[in-house]
C-alpha cells in the first residue's frame, strides 16, 4: 500500500512537505519524523560554542595522531593512543575488539537507538613514511593528515564537547577508531564490527576525510590479480605453444571493450600488468590486477560476469591457437578484495538528518557515493553515511597531502555533534533538509 494514502489531508505546504519526507522513509522510520535538530538545545549549543572556542585542541589531536605511523595491519599504537585518549575524555567501556577497533561508550539516559561514529586509524603509507606534520599558517601537510587523521580528531572532539556540557541522549553513543578501512584491509575493521551475532548500532557514522560533503551510497569494488601460467620456453626454439602473455594481451582487448553505463556510474581498469622472463623468452607467466566499481550492486555483478567470461574466453582462444602444443595455458583468478556496493539513498532518514544538521550550521552539504566504511553497513541495510570533517584536503594518499583549516575548519566537527546528538534522539527545531 502506498503510506501517501495514509496521510491525512494537508492543508498547508509546509506540512505537505514534511509528510512527503515522512513518505520517503521506511515504516518503521517514519514515526520518528519528521527530521529535527537540536541546534537550539542549552547543552548541544554550548558543545557547538566550545568546538569553535577550542579549535585548537582539535587540530592538536589531528597532527599528533598523524605523527604516530599507522600502515595498513600496523594500527596498534595509533589505536593504543586513540583508547588512551577516550579513557581521558572519561568515556565508558573503553575497549579494542578482537580486530583491533577501538571502542568507547557514552550510556544513553533511555532506550533511544545506538549511534556509532567512527574514523578510521589506517592510512595507506608504508612503515618509514616520514609522517612529520608541517605547519604553514593554517596549512598542514603530512601523509594521512586529512584521510583519516581529520576524521579521527572529529571523533575526538565531539566526544569532548558532548563530555565537557554534559550533553544527555536518551541513545547510546559508542566513539570508534578502526582498523583496515583502506584498499589492503578491506573494511576488516567494519566487517567485524558488524559481525554476527550483531553488536546493537542502530546508525553509522563514518568521518573520513575533509570538507562538508555527505555520502549516502557505496561505490562497490571488485579487485581481482589475474594470472595466466604454462610452462614458458625458449622464444625459437620452444615456439609453437600457448602463451601466458598472449593470453592476458587478448583478455586485455576484451576487457577495454566492455561497454559499462554512465548512471549509475560503472567503472572497470587494468592498473598493473607483469609477467616476463626475457624478450627470447616464453613466459610462464602474464598477470594484471583489475579493479572494476559501481554505485550499484546489480550493475557490478553484471561487470563481473562480463570479466569473468573475457578471461575464459582468451584463455580458451589462446589454447585453440596452438592445438598440437603438448602443454595448455591455465588461468588463475585471485580475488584482491571485494566492497559491496549499495544504492544512493538521499531520502534515508539517516541522510536526511545529516543535510537538515548542515543547514542549521548554514550549508548544504552535496551528496554522493564513494568507496568507504559505511559500505559495509549500507550493504547490511543498516542506515550508515560518511561525512567530511571540515577544512579543505588536498592530495589525499600521496605523501605531500594537506589540510588546511581554513576559518571555518570546526563545522566538520559541529556538524558531526548535531548528527550524532539527533540520532540518539535528541529533539530539537525542524530544518528542511
Ligand atoms: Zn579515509
Redesign the pocket.
Known sequence: MPLLSLMPTLSTPRALVGALLVAALPLTLAAQAPVSVPREHPAVKSALDAIQRDNAWTLEQQVSICEIPAPPFKEEVRAAEMKRRFEALGLGNVHLDSIGNVIAERKGTGTGPTVAIAG?LDTVFPEGTDVTVKKAGTKLTAPGIG??CR?LATVLAVARAMQNAKIETPGTILFIANVG??GPGNLRGMRYLFRKPPMKIDYFISV??TGLGLTTGAVGSQRYLVQYQGPGGHSYGAFGMANPIHALGRAIAKISEFTVPATPRTTFNVGMVSGGTSVNTISPLGAMEVDMRSESPQELAKLDAQFNAALQTALREENARWPNARDTVSLKLIDMGIRPAAQVNDTSFIALTALAAGKSLGFTAPTGASS?DANYPMSLGIPAITIDGGGVGRG?HSIAESYDDGAEGFKGPQWALLIVSALAGLRGATYQP
Do not use: L, P, R, S
Request: glycine letters at 20%; charged letters at 50%; aromatic letters at 0%.
Open positions: 578510521h584521510d583519516d576524521g578501512e583502506e573520513d576525510g568507504t589525499a
